[in-house]
């Protein structure tokens, strides 16, 4: 039973609008990809946990805090006797393991090692429990997801579960024993409120507001050649038409996820969308979806 859903995470929703809106720089590029290669991952092991017939509760996308030291848990399962912690990997292509050291065949660069970030997670985890009082059994692994993925001279009596072993993993795990209790729930919603949500906006602050591209962008292809026909935009590249008020308060939406601290007035978002040449219909817009303050020419939208 899924107990917490996985969404996205802001820091990958807005690399994915910037990405879109500006050039970003290499290393943003590359957090960009890996964030968005991981959580492609972590849904496909969602589609394995989410079949599971026995009693559990499932967490997923977890991001606690012990005494300031941070750790994220891709999938934590509730079970009768035991806590399941997963480490999820999306990693494809070729690998080896040497030394206790994971590195890319490709490119022979040392990779972050999985274990030691499962081992670390394990560890403050347990803390935690033992901060709070509860007295659990947690096992946890790694699960290299990708079925493109392999790791040569793979290491033994490690906790790695890799992509063909997968089948079978699911199988071990759906004949466990296991009822559930008001303990388990108690617990599940214990670490729901414990969890927490990161701002992203301090690495990010090279984008401005006035360097980033404006204009409509089609909600299905991403393209900002776009028509405004009537009440409707037309993307010209896929087709898509979407209606003028969904489309402008979808504007106002990014203009928030990039811009939180900015107050959203008619110019802001008449200058953002470029498409429509009416303030007129702006203003109707948002002062028919949106609560405002202020006065006429100075109002701001919420």
Known sequence: MIFKERTESLELKLLRSLDVRADLIETDMQRFHNLAKGYEGEVMFDLLTETLKCDNFLLNDLFLDLNGNKFQIDTLMITQDLLYLFEVKNFEGDFYYENGIFHSLASKKEIKNPLLQLERCQSLLRQLFQSLGVRVTIEGFVIFINPRFHLYQSPLNKPIIYPNQLPDFMKKLNRKSSTLTGRHKGLAEQLVS??????????????????????????????????????????????????????VLRMVEEIRLLYPNEKITTNLVYEWCEVIDSKKTIRRVLKQNMNCTGKTKGLIFE
């Open 194 to 247: 414990m969890h927490r949500i990161e701002s992203p906006y301090e690495k990010y602050t090279r984008y401005t507001i006035d360097k980033v591209k404006k204009g409509f962008i089609c909600g299905v292809c991403g393209s900002f050649h776009i028509s405004f026909c009537g009440r409707h935009l037309q993307c010209e590249v896929c087709g898509h038409l979407e209606g003028l008020d969904v489309a």
